[in-house]
Structures are given as C-alpha cells and as structure tokens.
C-alpha cells in the first residue's frame, strides 16, 4: 500500500509564487518516478513535470522556465516550485509516484487546489 499526500496549494495572484510538495510512504522505494499534474476545470489531466531518481528532469512546455522540480528520495517527498503564476495555472494539482516499468504500480495524491486570481 502507498500512500501519496500533496500540500502548499492556496491562492496567489498573478506573478506570484507557490511551492508544492508531496510525500510518497508505505511500500516505495526511490526508485519511482515523481511527478505533477494539473487538471483544470474542463480539461484533460495534464503532466507538467516529472523526475526520477536521479534527478533527471521533464517539464510540459507551458511551465518550462517557470516551474522547477526537486525531490527529496530520503523523504520520499517531491516539490514543485511555481513561479510567474498566471490565471492559466488555476488547477487541481496532482502528485504521481509510478514504477519507472511496471505500469501498474501508480499511485496519486487527492489533488491540491491552485488559484491564480487578483
């Protein structure tokens, strides 16, 4: 069983910034890949950064430059650090902890809310 639990998420205007985090326990080990997504209301979940263990990185091209994404593997626990917010960003965020091959061993967060307003 695995657990995975977002925080950080709120309100902030426009330009502001946000850090998430999001803490993987129960039977896991490094080796996941650690990842954010966003669903906002009436779209597709979307993925917006991912890392492994090594701490190579992908970022979805609307976030490149703006977003950055760290992991803790002692902690278990992944960050997503969030600046130039803009309304756009306003989303349900979503963490994902999955085995880099067994594809069912994929497990998400409940979701942190986002709003960008002013």
């Known amino acids: 069983q695995v657990q995975v639990a977002e925080s950080g998420g709120g309100s902030v205007q426009p330009g502001g910034s946000l850090r998430l985090s999001c803490a993987a326990s129960?039977?896991?080990?490094?080796?996941?890949?650690m990842g954010w997504y966003r669903q906002a209301p009436g779209k597709e979940r979307e993925m917006l950064a991912t890392i492994s263990q090594r701490g190579n990185t992908n970022y979805a091209g609307s976030v490149k430059g703006r977003f950055t994404i760290s992991r803790d593997n002692a902690k278990n626990t992944v960050y997503l650090q969030m600046n130039s917010l803009q309304f756009e960003d306003t989303a349900v965020y979503y963490c994902?902890?999955?085995?880099?091959?067994?594809?069912?061993?994929?497990?998400w967060g409940q979701g942190t809310q986002v709003t960008v307003s002013s």
């Open positions: 129960g039977n896991i080990g490094s080796i996941y890949i």
């Open positions: 994902n902890v999955k085995h880099p091959w067994e594809q069912r061993l994929s497990y």
